[in-house]
């Protein structure tokens, strides 16, 4: 029987991250003006990013697209990262100057203060691997005639095999949203 509140629940959250996607969206337009079709493609685009993709990179445990509300520090984490990714891709694309350099950093900021955890998820090494007395040695510690020690799947997803429909769902979701909010505000921009 498959789980029908999750996929309530699923749904429900892509209802509401689209409406403040939308929302943010149509401030994005309101400031820089009503971009045409394609430049609604690269805002929507730029939305998958920050709201799907820098998650993905920092906190690797979670499926794609999916908010963690599960875990309140989590859930910030993902806020924070989201922001700082929205506010870093606004910086490096839209503003000149060397306010660039700082939306590159900013960019790059949510994977290095990502939580110990989802960073040994990333890599594969144990907590205490680093001190050398628990856990995995890291790749150069091996013999030199024996292989390196690597983790088995780096990156994987939890989702499995439906990590790529999942990210091809949401990158749908993101850039038909960027094409309906350009639509919306020229309807009630142009009216």
Request: net charge neutral; hydrophobic share 55%; proline share 10%.
């Amino acid at each position: 029987v498959p789980d029908i509140a999750a996929r309530e629940a699923f749904l429900l959250q892509h209802v509401w991250i689209g409406l403040a996607g939308g929302l943010a969206l149509q401030i994005g337009y309101r400031r820089h003006g009503v971009p045409g079709y394609p430049g609604s493609l690269l805002w929507g685009g730029a939305g998958f990013a920050a709201a799907v993709l820098a998650p993905l990179w920092s906190q690797p445990a979670q499926p794609p697209g999916v908010i963690p509300t599960e875990d309140g520090g989590a859930l910030l984490f993902w806020m924070f990262t989201v922001a700082i990714t929205a506010f870093g891709l606004w910086l490096l694309l839209l503003v000149a100057g060397r306010w660039r350099l700082i939306g590159l950093a900013l960019l790059a900021a949510p994977p290095l203060l990502a939580p110990a955890s989802a960073w040994r998820e990333q890599t594969g090494l144990g907590a205490g691997s680093l001190a050398g007395d628990t856990g995995r040695p890291l790749p150069g510690d091996a013999p030199p005639d024996a292989p390196p020690v690597l983790p088995a799947t780096p990156m994987e997803f939890p989702a499995g095999e439906d990590a790529v429909l999942l990210l091809g769902l949401n990158l749908l979701f993101w850039l038909l949203l960027g094409v309906f909010s350009v639509l919306s505000a020229r309807r009630v921009l142009y009216r």
